[in-house]
T-cell receptor, first 112, second 115 residues
Framework: DVKVTQSSRYLVKRTGEKVFLECVQDMDHENMFWYRQDPGLGLRLIYFSYDVKMKEKGDIPEGYSVSREKKERFSLILESASTNQTSMYLC???????????FGQGTRLTVV | AQTVTQSQPEMSVQEAETVTLSCTYDTSESDYYLFWYKQPPSRQMILVIRQEAYKQQNATENRFSVNFQKAAKSFSLKISDSQLGDAAMYFCAYRSAQRDDKIIFGKGTRLHILP
């Protein structure tokens, strides 16, 4: 089975901190994605990556950056956390064929 | 730009009954994929069913089936013999067959199963 692992299920950070959310997949997938999920808004794409060192902005990239130094790892970085970034963050990966995404278990981030 | 609309924020169904969740989408593309994902309270998003736009036959996975109406841009999910474990948030999703292959999600429908 494909496994997508996010480093934390729950995280509490202070305003202004630099926050790293890590995601690792074990199936050599090329494509990786970061979404945030908010009630009533569904899932919104923050960033995605087709390959190592490649990144593309999604629909809501402001306040975020990403890093993909290795194929299996895709990191989401909050440069200076703010309270409006309190949310559920979901990482996903997919193979080139269109069989759908595989999701991690999600990280619930609270910024205080 | 493509959009996905789920018009029912919440639904309830009696255990063992059948329920249909609605989804419509908007696209100018002819080749794409549609999905239904389930997110139970554990938060792990699980792929329920997948439909290729070029296939006329509706996809089926055990108790889950879809009604894919390409001309109407409609993609509803039918759950037969509803079980307590079906209680979850359900997301309809669209993915282009083109290179820019991000998935676009609807806002979700929360399904309650009444014992």
């Amino acid at each position: 089975d494909v496994k997508v692992t996010q480093s934390s299920r729950y995280l509490v950070k202070r305003t202004g901190e630099k926050v790293f959310l890590e995601c690792v997949q074990d199936m050599d997938h090329e494509n990786m994605f970061w979404y945030r999920q908010d009630p009533g808004l569904g899932l919104r794409l923050i960033y995605f990556s087709y390959d190592v060192k490649m990144k593309e902005k999604g629909d809501i990239p402001e306040g975020y950056s990403v890093s993909r130094e290795k194929k299996e790892r895709f990191s989401l970085i909050l440069e200076s956390a703010s309270t409006n970034q309190t949310s559920m963050y979901l990482c996903a990966s997919s193979p080139p064929e269109r069989t759908g995404f595989f999701f991690g278990q999600g990280t619930r981030l609270t910024v205080v | 730009a493509q959009t996905v609309t789920q018009s029912q924020p919440e639904m309830s169904v009696q255990e063992a009954e059948t329920v249909t969740l609605s989804c419509t989408y908007d696209t100018s593309e002819s080749d794409y994929y549609l999905f239904w994902y389930k997110q139970p309270p554990s938060r792990q998003m699980i792929l329920v069913i997948r439909q290729e736009a070029y296939k006329q036959q509706n996809a089926t996975e055990n108790r889950f089936s879809v009604n894919f109406q390409k001309a109407a841009k409609s993609f509803s999910l039918k759950i037969s013999d509803s079980q307590l474990g079906d209680a979850a948030m359900y997301f309809c999703a669209y993915r282009s067959a083109q290179r820019d292959d991000k998935i676009i999600f609807g806002k979700g429908t929360r399904l309650h199963i009444l014992p």
